[in-house]
């Protein structure tokens, strides 16, 4: 059995080899292998990452969860990097940004998605809706600062709000995978019981786990949790008392990651403290102090500045340029500014000059010219 | 005497404007059924150009070759036409997919997808049938208007047109280089014209190494059949196109226009000058998907960047406007307008045949008109209807 697994193994890497050489390239010139391999089978690729959906899961009303099974490109990722995940819609490719949420010792080699479904989250939405098993879908490699040190902390305190709990979680089951014994505290805040996801499984972690310490926050009034309200100072004296000596790790909406941040700044804690925004702040449009206009150099177009971000002002001028995670991580939408100042809507810094800016995270501080 | 020059600047105004809702509603309505149209189709090609070079390696077998070479010419057709053409004219940018994207995609043709966009795109489309704008117009080889100068050379117009049919890629990927100004008109250097071919060439080696050398190669011993396989299809696959880009410009009624008429142009000009600069073509699905739909060369000037398997469903709207405006919808069987093309071709090889025939040319007429059009642009042209 195990040299019938070698010999495989070797085959495919020979395989492999073949199709990245000089000469399987210009045999498939101009359009490479992969536009080939796919006409066989749509997971084929030497170096995309395509993944299969191998089961769907509705945990809450409003969430879904995937499970993927990426092809031999997957190089994996550390509990609490993301990923982004590209699928069609209505004949558009659509790409998000999802943390997997499975322990990095899942042995089938899947990796876990869940995703929140906003009214109008028009990606989230076809998740829920339209994928189903068998579907393909287009992963990129995991990526992000926000993981899981390899030198694993003594004492974690995990932090999260809404669907801000998949890379913790992800940390959380590697941990228990690990027999980790350092104490472990999960504070979770959602809004109601129902709206929980991996509410069993975290009872269960808990029941099984002495070290691990659950603790819900709920937001709506009547919820059976062991706490209720928005993050304060005095939740986390309760949840976790020893929170300085922690490593801390928080994902979750702007204004609670906004919170906690102030607490861990006062104490002068900020470096133990790792966070990941997993959704942007919607940038204050101020359509009324926008000035000035947005220029399009190649496309020899031209708006008034509104105030959005020069992506969605793109978009509305009936421009398509590239773009992938609308929040400044992808890259995808990157393009030069040859004249102009931007603001960047997570930090507020104004950048002015002829330079590369991401558009999707760029709001324009009266004329940009940009060429695209 | 040209329509264009009788037609008032409201008429111009009115036309684009109806064309140009056709275009906003063919545009609001993108999406899954064009992508799955062109990735149908381009599964389609990969599948036709598999066969065909799976079937050339039997190719000793005179049915296979026979088979092979079918099946490669028509995978090189689709991805030359209805794909790479259709797609480099960003016809399905709006897919966000970087396989099926004008700024990458790339053709099995020895044309570099830049210098492709540069000539064809920008030149063509823009410039149709400007005579010294559109190099189109006879690709710097050809006689192809009343209105260009004879030269002694153009009597081997004929036979230079059969060339170019044969070897049309590599005609096409040097158009950029604009030889003729080299070789003939002397207003360009060697070195010039070297430092330009340096990218296309890099993609021609390319191409003739993976079709006359590599695949011939893992055949072994049976390479020639590879070999003149391949050659095979890249010859009947330049022919077929080549034809098919004449018909859209050449037929006899086709019109030519003067430099003149692009100054101060309005949408609505351009949109009319597209329609006379181009003809149709009729036929079955078949015919129009091997021709990359230019068999709607008309509606393919008018929305250059509208998927074109749209034409067909739009071409009665098309034609009902031309019919409202009194403008001529040129269209004919794919013989009718290769003979017309052919015909004109041949007659002008030969110089116009006296001083004043040169006036019927379509231009001489137009160019005063034209002229008072874009400067005083009603009262004139009302009297000149």
Known sequence: MNAMTQTSSRFQQGLTRLLQSRVADILSYPHGVDRYLEVFNPLWSVNEVRAKVEDVRYLTNDSVTLTLRPNHNWEGFIPGQFVQLSVTIDGKRQTRCYSPANSLHRADGCIELTAKVHANGFVSRHLREQLSVGDVVLLSQADGEFALPAQRPEQVLLISGGSGITPVMSMLRTLCDEGFSGPITFLHYANSAADMIYASELEEIARAHDNVTLVRCFNNEGEQGELSGLFSREHLYIAAPEFAQATTFLCGPPPMMAAVEKVWEED???????????????????????????????????AINNGATLLEQAESAGLTPESGCRMGICHACTCRKTAGEVRDIRTGEITSGEEDIQICISVPVGTVTLDI | MSIFSNLTAEQFETIGQELDAIRNREMADLGEEDATYIRTLIKRQRRL????RGLLMAGFLPPAWLAGVACLSASKILDNMEIGHNVMHGQYDWMGDPAINSKVFDWDNTCTNTAWKQTHNFEHHTFTNVLDKDHDIGYGILRMSEDQEWEPRFIFNPILAGILATFFQHFVAVQSLKLEDYLIYKTKTKEEVKAEFKPTWKKMRKQLVKDYLLFPALAGPFAPFVFAGNMAANVARNLWSSQVIYNGHFPEEVEQFPESVIENETRGQWYVRQLLGSANFEGGRLMHVMSGNLSFQIEHHLFPDLPAHRYARIAPEVRAICEKHGLPYNTGSFVKQSLSVWKRIFK???????????????LNGLRA?????????????????
């Open chain 2, 348 to 362: 002008l090889s030969l110089p116009n045949k006296s001083k004043d025939d040169s006036g019927k040319g379509p």
């Open chain 1, 268 to 302: 002068g804690l900020a470096e133990r403290l790792h966070k990941e925004q997993f959704t942007l702040a919607a940038p204050q449009i101020e359509s009324d102090s926008a000035e000035g206009e947005v220029r399009f150099v190649q496309s020899e177009k031209m």
């Open chain 2, 49 to 52: 150009e598999i066969a065909g």
């Open chain 2, 369 to 385: 008109k034209v002229v008072s059009l874009t400067r005083e642009p009603q009262s004139e042209t009302r009297k000149a209807a």
